[in-house]
């Protein structure tokens, strides 16, 4: 079974990309996670964990809730992270989990994928470096779904000594200080759905008079910037000349060659007329 959690649509994709090709079925987290549901999860098939990567790892109330939830059924766990360029110490905190569960580790893998941290100080990628990224994440997937299906072992990447000295003090300390919500708003197109506090992975969001009021919980995830249907969700002044992510608005430029997801949904909707 593939368990996943994702902000703004980059880890869904390729969890869904990996049951399709391994034939296995996606459980999207965000409602256990959400609701701190720890009832236990059964696969007869191997575990494959997928996240994305925050501050060199996978982010800290993902794997909180990983190392808590019950997991029965098959002993083999995979993990997949993706990042928008380095996953940090992810496979060495992914290895303690396996151990910490007792569950057979099979090896971890990094994929590249767009960049959805858009009020971080980095430059946003041109289309062109987009597509790039998603086109190459596809093949990796297929290699990474090949082996899944023969239960082969992954090559996880080495990790060195200094990544883990500097990112395990590191991390807390960004998330304590830069992660702040107060910076959040909205404009006059929000419309009041509630979107935004239904995709918190914290609970951060709550809707007050039709608007959402931010908390002081918040892990800078994305996702209520990146799933507003109006657009209507700003940080200070920084998403006015940035934008926002979200996977959705650039799926179009995979076809049915390289993604099989996007394969069968053409495929069912040719279909169903
Ligand atoms: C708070 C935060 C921190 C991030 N830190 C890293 C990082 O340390 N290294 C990296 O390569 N990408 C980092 N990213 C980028 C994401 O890991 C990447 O864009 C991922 O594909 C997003 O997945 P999602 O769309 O499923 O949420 C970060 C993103 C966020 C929101
Ligand atoms: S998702 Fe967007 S439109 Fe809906 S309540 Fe939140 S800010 Fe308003
Ligand atoms: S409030 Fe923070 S944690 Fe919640 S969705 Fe927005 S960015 Fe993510």
Redesign the pocket.
């Known amino acids: 079974m593939i368990l996943?959690?994702?902000?703004?649509?980059?880890?869904?994709?390729?969890a869904k990309e990996i049951a399709e090709k391994t034939g296995d079925e996606c459980l999207n987290l965000l409602e256990r996670i959400k609701n701190k549901d720890y009832s236990e999860i059964r696969s007869d098939k191997p575990f494959v964990i997928c996240?994305?990567?925050?501050?060199?790892?996978m982010?800290r109330f993902f794997s909180n809730y990983i190392k808590k939830v019950p997991l029965k059924g098959s002993r083999d766990v995979y993990f997949i992270?993706?990042?928008?360029?380095?996953?940090?110490i992810s496979g060495y905190l992914a290895k303690k989990i396996a151990r910490h569960k007792k569950l057979c580790f099979k090896g971890y893998n990094e994929i590249?994928?767009?960049?959805?941290?858009f009020i971080?100080h980095y430059p946003v990628q041109t289309k062109d470096e987009i597509k790039e990224r998603l086109v190459n994440a596809c093949e990796k997937v297929n290699e990474i779904a090949d082996k899944i299906k023969k239960g082969e072992k992954l090559q996880s990447r080495y990790i060195f000594l200094f990544e883990k000295i500097i990112t395990i003090p590191f991390n807390p300390v960004w998330s304590k200080y830069k992660?702040k919500a107060k910076d959040f708003f909205t404009t006059d197109s929000c419309i009041g759905c509630g979107k935004c506090a239904r995709v918190c992975p914290l609970n951060n969001i709550i809707i007050k008079d039709k608007k959402p009021v931010w908390g002081d919980n918040c892990?800078?995830?994305?996702?209520c910037i990146?799933n507003c249907p109006k657009d209507a969700v700003f940080y200070g002044t920084v998403t006015r000349e940035k934008g926002k992510?979200?996977?959705n608005d650039y799926k179009y430029m995979l076809n049915e060659k390289t993604s099989s997801a996007v394969k069968n949904k053409d495929h069912q909707r040719r279909k169903n007329g």
């Open positions: 996943y959690f994702s902000a703004t649509g980059n880890t869904e994709f390729l996240a994305p990567v925050y501050v060199c790892e982010p992270v993706n990042s928008a360029g380095y996953g940090g590249v994928m767009p960049r959805n941290y971080s992660m892990t800078h995830c994305m996702a990146g992510y979200n996977f």
